[in-house]
């Protein structure tokens, strides 16, 4: 009797032992050399066209401008051509 209640009660002990665990903690965001290189690794498993290939990687390797998603960048982007119109 004490053995098949010791085996009814261990279960349910158990699983609310797990569920009171700490959580792990947040993972570090990513680099951008380590994005550089995700990008580089999943673009040299792509199947391009050399061309296209060679366009994507200058890209990837040489930024010619800072892409933001600032609503503020947009607004001043916005601005001077409404003072033009």
């Given at each position: 009797?004490?053995?098949?209640?010791?085996?009814?009660?261990?279960?349910?002990?158990?699983?609310?032992?797990?569920?009171?665990?700490?959580?792990?903690?947040?993972?570090?965001?990513?680099?951008?050399?380590e994005i550089k290189q995700f990008a580089l690794e999943m673009l040299?498993?792509?199947?391009?066209?050399?061309?296209?290939?060679?366009?994507?990687?200058?890209?990837?390797?040489?930024?010619?401008?800072?892409?933001?998603?600032?609503?503020?960048?947009?607004?001043?982007?916005?601005?001077?051509?409404?003072?033009?119109?």
């Open positions: 009797m004490k053995r098949s209640l010791a085996a009814l009660l261990v279960p349910p002990a158990l699983l609310l032992g797990a569920c009171a665990a700490q959580p792990s903690p947040a993972e570090r965001p990513y680099s951008e050399a040299s498993r792509s199947s391009l066209s050399h061309e296209d290939y060679e366009k994507i990687r200058q890209a990837l390797m040489n930024p010619r401008q800072r892409m933001s998603n600032a609503i503020k960048d947009l607004d001043s982007l916005e601005q001077p051509a409404a003072k033009r119109g």
